[in-house]
């Protein structure tokens, strides 16, 4: 087990990291800082040369991989680092360093077996994307395919494992206090962010993924998977068909190919709701640089190391919730919150109603430009807080996803008005699900099964469901041995490591907005 020392040491060389690119300036002005944090900063940055305007990117990218897979997060929330920093943070999505074609070759021969000309007739050594774990190049199979190959970096596996000790420790400790941040869970937001990156990792897992993703979408035309090329694809190798598309950031481009940006716009919402909503596996990863249009108008979803799950009945909660929101019914959204234990018993539905109308109102036909599903969001936060609501780790990744959605389809189509887009949609979802035919289709299934396995039924039942609601089983949490100190010294020890993190502790604990 990692040494206490070591974890300081980390987290104070990643502080003073963040304070010399100025990453640690919004830390230091923000009223809300705790006095011994904002002495600490200043600290941090003493004697530092710091840059007028913040260089996040290259503050995350210094410190290493999981860093910069949190950047990337943050890059979608600009609500939440303001827009400067999300814009700064955009430049880790594809735009890293390279590592040299050599090393590359020397990965990919060893994760083979065999010589780079016995699977590829061709490889590019200049990579066209290269990000926090992988790098991706372009080749030409030996039957003559143009194909895109994934690369996870050398070392980078080893690195992240480091780092996420780290994070795991800082957070058990910053937990300690209890309270408001206690309420956020936030070793449970680093066992799921853990978790999503893992994934990333194995390369035959981000396949996989891709290949459900695809089975689950060939009823919806216009959006599409590229094709797995499984004979070569490893742990820490993937090759697919390569797409010859436009990015969907280029608005400018797709309109001179005589695309049409607001059908695109609203293809992309209804095909995330259905994946999240009808297949319960949604790509978790859409931001713009992973969305490409081809000649014939389809989406082309790449990068597929970040999926989401959600259970049929969370999916069914989630449907009512949106729906509504959409036409105002916000006393059968407070009662969804209570039937899923979202909201503690003791808090009264009317008044979680009147909260949810205050959010859900102001946004209510009008264009996302004016409000955002990213406001709404922010607002159903707020009201987390007054009806003692803990974070749902399930939900994370639909949340992070939700704003993404919104944010590339409003810079195709800036007049989008997601409620009217989502909501014939989700209607039509909640009828075939809960309309007369589906219920006794449910029924007659639902009864067979019980009568095979009657025996087992109740304790299958409480294992799985013991009492959580609407929240599945939360993931292990890793066994962190923690220091030990009492008194005043208890909250100075914990305040200096929230400080040392800086920003990834700050930006990790409210990774739920």
Excluded at 29 to 55: E, H
Excluded at 245 to 250: A, P, R
Excluded at 300 to 319: E, S
Excluded at 350 to 367: C, H, I, W, Y
């Amino acid at each position: 087990m990692t040494a206490h020392i070591t974890h300081i040491f980390r987290l104070l060389k990643w502080g003073r990291t963040l304070a010399r690119h100025g990453a640690l300036t919004g830390i230091e002005r923000d009223p809300l800082t705790p006095g011994p944090v904002r002495r600490l900063v200043r600290i941090a940055r003493l004697g530092a040369r710091v840059p007028k305007q913040p260089r996040y990117a290259d503050a995350f990218q210094s410190i290493g991989p999981a860093a910069i897979k949190l950047g990337q997060t943050l890059a979608t929330r600009p609500d939440l680092v303001g827009d400067h920093a999300a814009n700064d943070l955009l430049r880790l999505q594809d735009a890293l360093p390279p590592v040299p074609f050599d090393t590359i070759r020397a990965q990919i021969e060893q994760s083979f077996g065999r010589p780079l000309d016995a699977i590829y007739k061709s490889f590019d050594e200049v990579p066209v994307g290269a990000a926090s774990i992988a790098q991706v190049h372009r080749a030409v199979t030996t039957d003559g395919r143009d194909v895109a190959v994934k690369v996870i970096r050398p070392g980078v596996i080893d690195k992240f494992n480091r780092d996420i000790q780290t994070y795991e420790w800082a957070a058990a400790h910053v937990e300690m206090l209890g309270g408001e941040i206690a309420r956020l869970r936030p070793r449970l937001v680093i066992a799921n962010f853990k978790r999503w990156t893992v994934r990333e990792l194995d390369l035959r897992r981000e396949a996989a993924s891709a290949s459900e993703l695809s089975e689950a979408m060939e009823a919806m035309p216009g959006y599409r998977i590229p094709v797995i090329d499984w004979d070569r694809t490893t742990g820490k190798v993937m090759t697919m068909e390569w797409i010859d598309g436009i990015k969907i950031s280029d608005r400018d481009a797709l309109i001179a190919a005589g695309h049409d940006v607001k059908d695109l716009a609203a293809r992309l919402v209804n095909a995330f709701l259905r994946q999240a909503i009808a297949e319960g596996f949604f790509h978790a990863d859409m931001h713009q640089g992973n969305l490409l249009v081809t000649a014939n108008g389809d989406i082309v979803a790449i990068d597929f190391g970040i999926m989401g799950r959600i259970d049929r009945r969370a999916r069914m909660w989630l449907a009512e919730i949106l729906y509504g929101l959409i036409t105002g019914n916000y006393k059968r959204v407070a009662e969804i919150h209570f039937e899923a234990q979202y909201v503690p018993g003791h808090h009264n539905v009317d008044e979680f109603a009147t909260a949810l109308r205050a959010v859900g109102e102001p946004m209510r036909g009008k264009p996302v430009r004016e409000l955002s599903v990213g406001g709404m969001l922010d607002g159903l936060f707020a009201i987390t807080r007054d009806f003692d609501m803990q974070t749902q780790p399930h939900l994370l990744l639909l949340q992070k996803t939700m704003v993404m959605v919104e944010g590339v389809a409003t810079a195709l189509d800036p007049d989008i008005n997601l409620w009217e887009t989502s909501g014939p949609y989700v209607k039509g979802w909640l009828r075939d699900e809960l309309g007369p035919e589906a219920k006794a289709a449910d029924t007659l299934i639902e009864n067979w099964r019980t009568l095979q396995r009657l025996p087992g039924l109740v304790k299958r039942i409480e294992d799985a469901f013991p009492e959580k609601g609407g929240a599945p089983p939360p993931p292990p949490l890793t066994e962190v041995k923690l220091i030990r100190v009492g008194g005043g010294w208890r909250y100075a020890l914990v305040a200096a490591i929230a400080a040392a993190a800086g920003v990834l502790g700050s930006a990790l604990l409210h990774l739920h907005l």
